[in-house]
């Protein structure tokens, strides 16, 4: 909130800047997209992000399921790294059939690959975490557009590296991590999330973006499971190898169909939008007023935290949105710790269901595929219809998406709880279906994001989240693996019943927001 030098004045703007619990109003602004090119016919809209986000999921999806496969027949072909304490690059002898060795199913393997794959993700999402917030800012400067197409050119290049490795015997292994710092260094799918976010953002009116990003999201979780299914199918007749063909040419096929969609972001407008909201005033009640008259002279540690890491890191919110002071600050948290905990687990699914039920790679696709389309179904479908008993008024639209994000963390926690209990394998089908409720979070967060700050802040808000979510990706996947790794043998389904606590904890984060924001309400 802006500081004014007479705290007896109450001023008003338009649009975005007006009070919301007074009796006025709500003007949305007029979306900032660019003109569109001549091949381009149709309206500027959300829609041409929704492809981007699309294959790219078709691309991770069996990315995701078959790199410990991957690892795993590499480790079994060439040894253990010796990275890892007691183990030696001991040559092993190759095999036509994958893991027809019975050493390479036995725990000792299942562990050393979980710590491999667990650095190679923490190793992208350290640098995600320095570079994410950078490629979201930097958007609003070049356009969406440019800054997507610099992503999808750069992961095909990093996600080629898995099949030169494979067919060049004499290459290291360790060079699977330094495509995952490439692939780091442009912000991974965390970066891409929030810049189709901001396309999304900048052709659509305030009001409907939580039901917009939760189809954008869709699309990510549609992409992963036709991804995987298809990757299966292409695993059981082709070999592990074959797969990782398929997924740099999804990312060429992306950089292709990028250079075609229009500009969802006019710098002409952005200059005029912004230049309109630095001229006009921005509200301020005469007790806020005086609470920041008061503050610049006030030492407190509260002030240095303001200063120091609120100012730095979280953009400013506009007056009378999300009550509470630190509110987008905790929601920011909220997300951080409920995605470490997520993923952690998530990461250990393909190791967990190979060992403890001896699935096949086939089958561990399945899981994929019932988590794409569940989640398909709860983000097209689910989320507008819960949508429709929200009011269109900002604040009150602010306070029904807490309410989804607080029990969307409920069920998010329950999911990983049933993975821990269940006797069977199934039970993974079953919690890739419940787990689609939980993911209404993610849409709802993003929505109560947009609608606390101005419309020229929004790709750097959502950079900020894309940060915290991106630094929980660099500690989720070493925790989870540590936690797998040491509890193997004793208690394997341990790192489930972390993770359903620790996504506990996020919901009550949540709902401590929620009740500042009920409180400030009234």
């Known amino acids: ?24 109003t709500h003007v949305s602004p007029k979306p900032l997209h660019s003109k569109n090119p001549w091949y381009w016919p149709w309206d500027a809209s959300y829609w041409a992000a929704v492809p981007v986000i699309f294959l790219t999921g078709m691309a991770y999806g069996p990315a995701f399921a078959f790199l410990a496969p991957m690892v795993k027949e590499l480790f079994c072909e060439r040894g253990i790294p010796t990275y890892i304490p007691g183990h030696h690059m001991n040559s092993l002898p190759n095999n036509d059939t994958l893991f027809a060795d019975k050493d390479c199913d036995s725990a000792e393997y299942s562990a050393a690959v ?29 356009g969406r557009k440019k800054a997507i197409l610099i992503w999808t050119l750069v992961s095909f290049v990093s996600q080629s590296t898995p099949v030169i490795i494979y067919y060049n015997k004499g290459a290291s292994l360790y060079f699977l991590w330094l495509a995952a710092i490439l692939e780091g260094a442009v912000g991974s799918v965390t970066s891409l999330i929030a810049l189709t976010h901001a396309y999304a953002s900048d052709v659509t009116e305030p009001d409907v973006r939580t039901v917009v990003f939760g189809r954008v999201i869709a699309a990510w979780y549609t992409g992963m499971g036709i991804g ?40 002409k407008a952005m200059r005029k939008s912004r230049s309109a909201q630095l001229s006009g005033a921005t509200l301020v009640t005469v007790s806020e ?15 240095w935290f303001d200063r120091m890491v609120i100012k730095r890191l979280v953009p400013d919110q506009m007056p009378n949105r999300l009550g509470g002071k630190y509110s987008l600050f905790l929601l920011m948290i909220t997300a951080f710790l409920a995605l470490m905990s997520i993923m952690g687990a998530v990461y250990q699914v393909s190791n967990y269901l190979q060992f403890r039920f001896k699935w096949s790679l086939t089958q561990i696709s399945y899981v994929g595929v019932i988590q ?5 179904v709860s983000l097209t479908l689910l989320l507008p219809f819960v949508k429709r008993f929200s009011p269109s008024e900002p604040v009150a639209s602010i306070h029904f998406d807490l309410k989804i994000v607080v029990v969307g963390l409920i069920v998010e926690a329950l999911t990983m709880l049933l993975y821990g209990v269940t006797m069977v394998g199934e039970g993974f089908y079953v919690g890739g279906a419940t787990g689609s409720i939980g993911t209404l979070f993610f849409p709802a967060l993003r929505g109560i994001l947009s609608l606390s700050v101005t419309p020229d802040l929004i790709g750097q808000t959502l950079g900020t989240l894309a940060m915290f979510e991106s630094f929980s990706a660099v500690l989720a996947p070493l925790v989870g693996s540590w936690i797998y790794a040491g509890t193997l043998e004793t208690w394997s ?23 500042s924001h009920k409180r400030s309400m009234h």
């Open 228 to 267: 995987s299914a298809v990757g299966s199918q292409i695993v059981k007749k082709y070999g592990v190898v074959s797969v990782f063909w398929w997924v740099p040419a999804m990312f060429l096929l992306d950089s292709l169909y990028v250079c075609l969609i229009p500009e969802s972001l006019s710098k």
């Open 114 to 142: 979980a710590k491999f794959t667990g650095i190679t993700y923490s190793l992208s999402a350290i640098i995600v975490t320095m570079t994410v917030r950078f490629w979201s800012a930097k958007s609003d400067s070049i």
């Open 493 to 515: 389904s341990a790192v489930f019943y972390v993770a359903a606590f620790a996504t506990f904890l996020s919901a009550l984060l949540a709902l401590f927001v929620f009740i």
């Open 289 to 303: 007023a005086d609470v920041h008259a008061q503050s610049s002279s006030d030492k407190t540690w509260t002030n």
């Open 372 to 376: 794409g389309l569940s989640r398909l």
């Open 1 to 24: 909130m802006s500081n004014l030098e007479d705290p007896q004045v109450t001023l008003e703007a338009p649009s975005e800047h007006t009070s919301l619990l007074h009796s006025t």
